[in-house]
Structures are given as C-alpha cells and as structure tokens.
C-alpha cells in the first residue's frame, strides 16, 4: 500500500494538475480532493485529475451524507469511477465545512455515515432501492446506468469513539485526521479492531490511514514553525476527538480554549494564532508530519510500527520552500525508508 496526497482545492486547476503529475511520478497511490466548501467542486476536479493521471486512485476526502444525498453521492462516484478507468475511491466522512451557511445540521454522524454507505453500495450493485433510515431515505430508485465496478472501496473519516466502531463494521479503510503519534494510533487501532470483531469481520481486513499536514525541509525547526498555526487552529477548536490527547498532555489549558471559543470555521488559522506560543515543538510532532527528510522518515515509520498503514499528506511549504518540494522529499526520500520500516533522525 502507498501513500496518499491531499489537496484543497484552492488553486488553480491547471497548477493542480501539475501537482498531481509529480505525485504520481513520485510514488503516490491515492489522490484526494477535499470536498471543503466553498472551493472548486470536487467530483469535477476530480474527473480533470484523472485526465492528468494514469495510475494514481482518486476519490473525495471526504464527501459527507447531508451536504449531497447519498444517492448523488453514488452517481457521483461511479461516473468518477468511469471516467478514470476504475480508480475510484470513495472517501466519506461526517462533514463540517459550510454547513453554517447552507444551514445544514449534523445529525447522528456515525449513524448518517452507515446509512449512507449502505444505500450507496445497494446503489452501485445494481439495485432498485427503498431505504428508510434514521436520517437517510430513498423511494423506490436506482442508478439509470451500470457501473463499471459495483464494489468501489469505501473509506470513512472519523474521530469519535463511536464513528470508529462504525467505520471498522462497515469501511475498507479508516482516516483519522491528525493522528501522528503512536499512542493515539494503536487506541484507533484499537477501536476500529472493535467495531470490525462486532460485525463478524477481520479487523486485519480494515486499512488504517493516519491524514497529516506534512512540512519537510532541510531546516526542520523551520518546518515545524510552518505547522504550528495548523496545530493551534486543531488544540483551540477542539473538533476532533482524540483518544490520548488529555493522558499524554498535548491539550491546552482552558483559560485559552475559552479565549478562542466560537471562531468560524471559515477563518482558518487566523483566530487560533495567540494561541501558538502555547505550541510547542511535542504538540507539533504529535499532531503533523515535520522536520528533515530523516526526521519525518522515522515519524512515519513509527507510526506504521504502531498500526498506521498508511498516510494521507497535506503538503505545506517551509519559508523559501514549496509543496512540490515537500511532494518531492516526501515520495522520493521520506515514504520508501518509511515503508521498509526505516529512517533515522
């Protein structure tokens, strides 16, 4: 199994191709599209990147079942999963992004992500459905055209205790978001195990996927000051739901957290930044990917010890840098030290 690039979808196209291209050329298994409102819209990017790509898996990370009915979802993903020759892969998650603006509620996440997996997967056999759920319906339809693959791989993107017992019953794989150190990774582990055992499944049978905002340069204190906005904006908004966060005392004191309440999830970083000399370089390292080549080559390579299979990166540049550059490191020198269990800082 290879590695995974993120992308958000906030540039243009064109320079989005390109990236794709030296992912490819550089060891990329899996590119993903952030479904993040409200940048470019991702089944259509998606469809352009494969017209970029010959090899690489492509798919949503990740769509979310209130947003766009399951359904469309299933249509979606099978017309992606044509048009790039079956590469598709279906990243699903709970959702957060522009929901204030379009008024969405989240209900029942974990409940929503299993019934919309289900429809889904009825969808893409071939089915005529009608599917009553707790927050999913559908009458009486199908899709009006036949998909080249009818089990196009489901991964589910979860944090919470119980979305990761759902995600180890029901996905091909799970991604937890942020989840770059090794306690934090055998408790998902853990979980998802589980939630697999419960529904009858091997949990050996369900792939692990660590998301991480990676920075890799020659200068790797450098690179961590690069992440370090990213880490106050994960510790202030608190929407993630870490397992050993508060035992292994990478939480922020409340006095901050309070000081920072009710920032928009729209404003990015900006809101969280009094917060970063509360950052140190250990709440760097537990929640990203940073440092030298060697030092992030280790990282890695301790995580996959603990029973990560595999990463997602979301590539940041150091200053003077580029995110092709930590593209480049990452595929090149980082992931195959990693793979083999190796690396050193």
Aim: proline content about 6%; aromatic content about 6%.
């Amino acid at each position: 199994m290879g590695y995974g690039l993120l992308m958000l979808g906030n540039q243009p196209m064109a320079r989005m191709g390109e990236i794709a291209r030296l992912a490819e050329r550089t060891g990329c298994d899996t590119l993903w599209l952030a479904d993040e409102r409200f940048y470019r819209e991702v089944y259509g990017g998606l469809a352009y990147l494969a017209g970029q790509t010959s090899r690489v898996k492509l798919g949503p990370c990740v769509t979310d079942p209130y947003s766009r009915h399951p359904a469309l979802t299933a249509m979606a993903i099978a017309t992606l999963d044509e048009i790039s020759g079956g590469r598709a892969v279906l990243g699903i998650g709970a959702g957060i992004s522009g929901f204030g603006e379009l008024g969405i509620e989240r209900v029942k996440p974990a409940r929503a992500i299993r019934e919309a997996i289900e429809l889904i997967r009825r969808l893409l056999a071939g089915e005529t459905v009608t599917y009553q759920g707790e927050i999913i319906s559908f009458r009486e339809g199908r899709l009006s055209f036949r998909p080249i693959r009818p089990e196009i791989p489901v991964v589910v993107a979860t944090n919470g205790p119980l979305g990761k017992r759902m995600a180890g019953a029901v996905a091909d794989a799970v991604i937890m978001e942020a989840a770059a150190n090794a306690e934090e990774i055998r408790a998902l582990r853990a979980e998802i195990s589980a939630g697999a055992r419960a529904a009858g499944r091997d949990p050996a049978a369900v792939r692990l996927i660590a998301r991480l905002n990676t920075c890799i340069a020659a200068d790797g204190a450098a690179a961590r000051d690069a992440l370090r906005p990213t880490v106050a904006r994960l510790l202030g908004a608190r929407r993630l739901k870490f397992a050993t966060a508060e035992r292994q005392g990478l939480t922020l004191p409340e006095d901050a957290i309070a000081s920072v309440r009710g920032a928009p999830y729209a404003a990015g970083v900006t809101p969280y930044l009094p917060l970063l000399p509360l950052v140190t370089d250990r709440h760097v390292d537990a929640f990203t990917l940073a440092g030298t080549p060697a030092e992030v080559a280790a990282h890695v390579a301790e995580l996959r010890a603990a029973g990560a299979d595999s990463v997602i990166i979301m590539p940041f540049a150091a200053p003077g840098g580029s995110i092709e550059a930590t593209i480049e490191a990452f595929g090149t020198e980082v992931w195959p030290k990693a793979a083999a269990g190796g690396g050193t800082a």
